[in-house]
C-alpha cells in the first residue's frame, strides 16, 4: 500500500501507519520531512487542524442553518489539505476555513515568489528546485451585511533549505484588542510592530491603498525560539472565534442602504485585486500549480468595479477609505 | 508654456504647435518621438481616436439612452489619453473605449513584462530604462443580458529600442466570419494563426480554460509592411461595429433565468483573473504606474465565484466551457 500523507485529522491509530521506515521507501523523491509526534512541525498540524474544527463550529453556530462542504484533497507533488466551505449561508455569503500540509520541491520562481526579500538580500539563491515543508490554516470569511467585517487569518508553517521553521500569521480585520492582549503575552514590541507589518504588506500599490484594517502580519521569525512561537500562534488561533464572532453578532442584522451594499461590493473588488496581484499565497499556489479551487476559495462570492468610483468626502465610505490610505493608529 | 501632449483628437491648428523643435526643447527625456502627420504613427493615432468615436457612437445609439462619460488624462511620464465609459445603461452594464498615446521610458521590469519572448530569447535584455512610444485604441463591452456576449478589441502600434512599428490586434468574440474576411483581404495565414494564437494568449493557466471564444489575436507583426499592416488594422476597426451592433440586436432582450446570469458572472470572474494574472496590457499598465482607472475599466461591474462550481455535463454551460478548454474550429 502507498503511504499516503495524512489528509484527515489524525488519529493515534493512523498514526502509527506513519514510520519513517514506510515514508523513506514510499515517497523517496517527495518525502514527508517529519513524523515525530513532539515536534513543532507536528504540534502546529494538530493546532491548526483543531483550529479549523473550532472555527468552523463557531461559524455554523452562527450562521444557524448553512453547513460547511467538506473536500479532501492531495497534492501529487507531495501532501495535502481539507478544504471547507460555506456559501450563501444566512450570514456568510462565503466563508472558507482550509488546512493544507504541503510538501515536495518549488521551482526555483516560486521561492523567489515566495521568498522575495530571503532571495534578493541573502544572495544565496540558486536556479534549482528547492525542497520545502509547508502546513497552514487559510481562513476567509465574508459575510453577507455590509456592516459585519470580512476576516482573514492564515497560520503557517514553513520550511525549505534556506529558512526552517518560519511561522507566519496574519489577521486583518477589527480585532484590535484581542490581538494586542495576544500580542502583549509574548512580547510588548510584538503589537505594534505587526500591526505596521499589516500596513505594509497588505498594500495594493496600484490604488496606494490598503486591502484591509486592523490586522497583524508577521513572517519569517527565525530568531525567536520555536516553542515560543508555537505557543504564541496558538493564542492567536485560539483568538479568533471570541474576537470575532461577538462582532458579527453584533452586525449581521444591521440595516442597510443599496448603496451601503455597493460600497461593500467595491472593496470586496479591492480584495480580489490584492490577492491575484500581490498575495504571497496566492502567486505561489498559482505557480506551484497547487489545487485552484482552494487557492482562490479567498475569493468573495460576488465583487464589483465601478469605473472611477469616489466616496463624497466625510462619509463613513470615505473615512474607511481614509483609513486604507492613511493607517491609523487603533489602540 | 510647456508643450502638452495632444489629449483631445488633435486638429490642425493644435497640430501645428507641435514641432519637432518644441518637443525636443521642452521634452527632453520623454519627448514625444514624431509629429509627421503622414508617417504610419500618426495615422495610426488618427485611426484610433476614429474607432473611439465611431464604436462610442454606435454603443449609445443601441443601448438607447445612456451616454458614454469622458475623462481626459494626461501622464506624468509623458502622454495621455480619453477614457470613456458607459455604466449601467439599459444594454450594457459596463461599457468602457479608450484611446491613449504615451512614451517615455519604461522600467526594465515593465519591458520584460511587456516583452517576454523578445527578452528572454534575443538575449539583447538590458537591465537599465527602455525608451517606448504606444498608441491605441482599447475596448471591452460588457452587455447586461447573459446571452449577449461581451466583446474585447484593442489595436496597439508599439516602438521601443528593441521593436519598431509593431501593431497588435486582440479581438476576443464571435466575431468569426467578419474576422476571417478581414484576414483574408490581406493574408490568407492570418485568420488560421491569429485564431490559434488567440486562443493560445488567452489562457488562464491556472484553471487550463481561456478566457473568451472566437477571437484573433496577432502581435510583433514586424516582417510585415507597415502599411499593409496599418490598412489590416484599419480594416479590422471598422468592422467592429457591423459584426458586433447586430448580435448585440438580436440577443439583448433574450430572456433568462437566475441560473443564466449566475453562469455570466462566474465567466465575468474568469476575466477579472485573466485580466490580473496574465493580460500583458494590464501588467504593464500597473507596473508603469498607468492611470489606474483606465487600466482596470476592462473589469466588469460584477463578478462572482463560487467554490467549485462545476456545469451540468451536456448544458449550455457546459458546452462554452469545453469549448474554453478545448478550442474548437468554428470556420
Chains 1, 2 share one sequence.
Not at 492567536?236 to 442602504?257: G, H, Q
Request: aromatic content about 12%; charged content about 25%.
Amino acid at each position: 500500500m502507498k503511504w499516503q500523507p495524512p489528509l484527515q485529522p489524525p488519529s493515534p491509530s493512523t498514526h502509527q501507519n506513519h514510520s519513517n521506515h514506510m515514508i523513506e521507501k514510499e515517497t523517496a523523491e517527495t518525502h514527508r520531512p517529519d513524523s515525530d509526534h513532539d515536534s513543532i512541525r507536528s504540534r502546529f498540524e494538530k493546532m491548526i487542524r483543531d483550529a479549523q474544527d473550532s472555527v468552523c463550529a463557531a461559524i455554523e453556530a452562527a450562521d444557524g442553518g448553512a453547513k460547511f462542504k467538506e473536500d479532501v484533497w492531495s497534492r501529487p507533488g507531495g501532501g495535502g489539505g481539507i478544504s471547507r466551505v460555506l456559501q450563501d449561508g444566512a450570514v456568510w455569503e462565503k466563508a472558507g476555513v482550509n488546512v493544507s500540509v504541503v510538501y515536495g520541491v518549488m521551482p526555483p520562481e516560486a521561492f523567489r515568489a515566495a521568498n522575495p526579500v530571503n532571495a534578493a538580500e541573502n544572495g544565496n539563491f540558486k536556479p534549482e528546485p528547492v525542497p520545502f515543508f509547508a502546513a497552514g490554516v487559510s481562513s476567509v470569511l465574508h459575510p453577507k451585511n455590509p456592516f459585519a467585517p470580512t476576516l482573514h487569518f492564515n497560520y503557517r508553517y514553513f520550511e525549505n533549505d534556506a529558512r526552517k521553521g518560519n511561522v507566519k500569521l496574519m489577521l486583518t480585520f477589527f480585532l484590535f484588542k484581542v490581538q494586542k492582549n495576544a500580542c502583549d503575552k509574548f512580547d510588548p514590541s510584538f503589537y505594534p510592530r505587526f500591526k505596521k507589518w499589516c500596513d505594509d504588506y497588505f498594500y495594493i500599490k496600484h490604488r496606494n491603498e490598503r486591502r484591509g484594517l486592523g490586522g497583524i502580519f508577521f513572517d519569517d521569525l527565525n530568531d525567536y525560539d520555536q516553542e515560543m512561537l508555537l505557543s504564541f500562534a496558538t493564542e492567536c488561533a485560539n483568538s479568533v472565534v471570541d474576537a470575532y464572532i461577538p462582532i458579527i453578532e453584533r452586525r449581521k442584522d444591521t440595516p442597510f442602504t443599496e448603496q451601503n451594499k455597493a460600497w461593500q461590493q467595491l472593496r470586496r473588488g479591492r480584495y480580489v485585486e490584492f490577492n491575484l496581484v500581490y498575495d504571497r499565497g496566492t502567486t505561489f499556489g498559482l505557480k506551484t500549480g497547487g489545487r485552484i479551487e482552494s487557492i482562490l476559495v479567498s475569493l468573495p462570492l460576488t465583487a464589483r468595479w465601478e469605473y472611477d468610483h469616489k466616496p463624497e468626502e466625510g462619509s463613513e465610505e470615505w473615512k474607511l477609505l481614509d483609513a486604507c490610505i492613511n493607517p491609523k493608529e487603533w489602540i
